[in-house]
């Protein structure tokens, strides 16, 4: 796939993107090493005061702390879990994209990280069906920051909301993301692609954003990551909980097969499961459950 | 998800967001304007029963009955026989899947239909399918299910 993007104004928009702080750049780039615990999640956390007060707050807060008072970082992070810790870094640093609304995609603010938070703790539970497995903080990871890519691309496709969505349900274009590709020459996954790796993000986690549609294009190595966070992404869909108007309209890969083992069983006890930690993560986070 | 409602509050409505393969299943009384829904997230309760117990709404076998007994403890008499309620059913939306490997949506209809059967009830009005999700609006005035869908004008059931 060609990996440059011919509209300069796109390409302007990536180049405008915050960069990563190295706290947030480290916690991600462990969770690419299989072998990392809590206490290399503590080191790197402690060298941002920022992000120890918020982690500090939040194992005080109503939900974790059960009247005692969490006042050491390791205490803090231990109580939280490494999930939860990354999604923190993430939402802190790249919070105002995450949340803000899909005007070009009819998503309503907060839309975006529901649906990203959703796709990784699904991500996390299909590591464990894939082949060979894939590790569960990693797909973690991968799923939080599948769509990236949306929060820029929005913008450029203001105003065609419905008209994508009438051509895709007549059956003009494979999906939404063959729509962007189309109109715009490149779909939010490669728009992902480029912001990610522009902040220097492991090699694992570029595949994922840029292949999570088109999850047989990825490097065999990759693939079973990729479609680990290809299924955790329709998912997160059927769950009700996508991005606007692309949401299930989106293709499925049939060749996931070759690389997770989910039978119709093995879907409704993830939905299930995913429902279930994300009522919880959102109530820690933001003391609010899902409606 | 999972949630369920009645209510014989003139004026009042009944909503659930973003339904993708989940399915509302919405049940109305009109001699005791009474209108009740249900989230159905997944066929069976077999895959929890803990769930179940906790939430009967999410599973179309527990759920449906759970909706039945809420509304009968409102006074729709013989209400679990079927005779003068109406069903409308909305959602059970899949991916673009021609295989229908994922089409929980599609396993979550026939569930639904199955358990209304088992009650001696069918839907008079559905909208189930496709790829795309919806915001269902029951009024209870009108017994008038509003459909909404980013992308797309309202429609109604």
């Known amino acids: 796939m060609k990996e440059r993007v011919d509209n300069p104004e796109i390409r302007a928009a990536i180049a405008r993107a915050p960069k990563l702080s190295a706290c947030t750049a480290g916690l991600l780039e462990l969770c690419n090493n299989p072998a990392h615990g809590l206490a290399d999640i503590v080191r790197i956390v402690s060298c941002d005061a920022a992000l120890t007060a918020h982690i500090l707050r939040q194992a005080n807060s109503a939900a974790f702390s059960r009247g005692q008072a969490v006042d050491s970082i390791d205490r803090a992070v231990a109580l939280l879990g490494g999930d939860l810790v990354v999604s923190m870094a993430i939402s802190d640093e790249i919070g105002p994209q995450f949340h803000r609304e899909l005007v070009g995609y009819g998503g309503a603010r907060d839309e975006l990280w529901r649906h990203d938070l959703r796709t990784g703790l699904a991500a996390k539970l299909l590591a464990g069906k894939a082949r060979p497995e894939v590790d569960a903080d990693l797909a973690f990871t991968a799923g939080m920051l599948h769509d990236l890519g949306k929060a820029i691309l929005s913008d450029f496709l203001a105003g065609t909301v419905a008209k994508v969505t009438a051509a895709v349900d007549a059956g003009e274009f494979a999906d939404y993301p063959a729509a962007e590709r189309a109109m715009l020459g490149v779909d939010h996954g490669e728009i992902g692609y480029l912001l990610a790796r522009r902040w220097g993000l492991p090699e694992p986690l570029l595949g994922a954003i840029r292949y999570h549609h088109q999850p047989g294009n990825a490097e065999p190595a990759m693939r079973p990551l990729v479609y680990v966070v290809h299924l955790g992404d329709l998912v997160a869909m059927l769950g009700g909980c996508g991005t606007g108007a692309d949401s299930l309209r989106c293709a499925l890969d049939p060749q996931y097969q070759e690389y997770v083992d989910l039978d119709a069983d093995g879907l409704a006890a993830i939905i299930l499961a995913v429902e279930e930690e994300f009522t919880a993560l959102n109530r820690s986070l933001f003391g609010q459950g899902e409606s | ?157």
């Open chain 2, 1 to 157: 998800m999972g949630d369920l409602a009645a209510s014989n509050v003139p004026g009042t409505a009944l909503r659930t967001f973003g339904l993708g393969s989940c399915v509302a299943v919405v049940i109305l009384h009109p001699a005791t304007q009474t209108a009740g829904m249900v989230h159905v997230a997944l066929p069976h309760s077999s895959v929890s029963p803990a769930k179940a117990v906790k939430q009967p709404g999410y599973f179309a076998d527990t759920g449906i009955p759970a909706l039945l007994r809420l509304m009968a403890g409102m006074g729709c008499q013989r209400c679990d026989t079927g005779r003068g309620m109406i069903v409308k059913l909305v959602g059970g939306a899949k991916v673009l899947d021609p295989n229908s490997l994922f089409d929980i949506g599609k396993r979550n209809i026939l569930a639904v239909r199955k358990v209304l059967w088992s009650f001696g009830m069918g839907p008079i009005a559905e909208d189930v399918g496709g790829s795309f999700s919806r915001t269902v609006t029951v009024s209870l005035d009108t017994g008038r299910v509003n459909i909404s869908s980013p992308g797309k004008e309202d429609w109604q059931i």
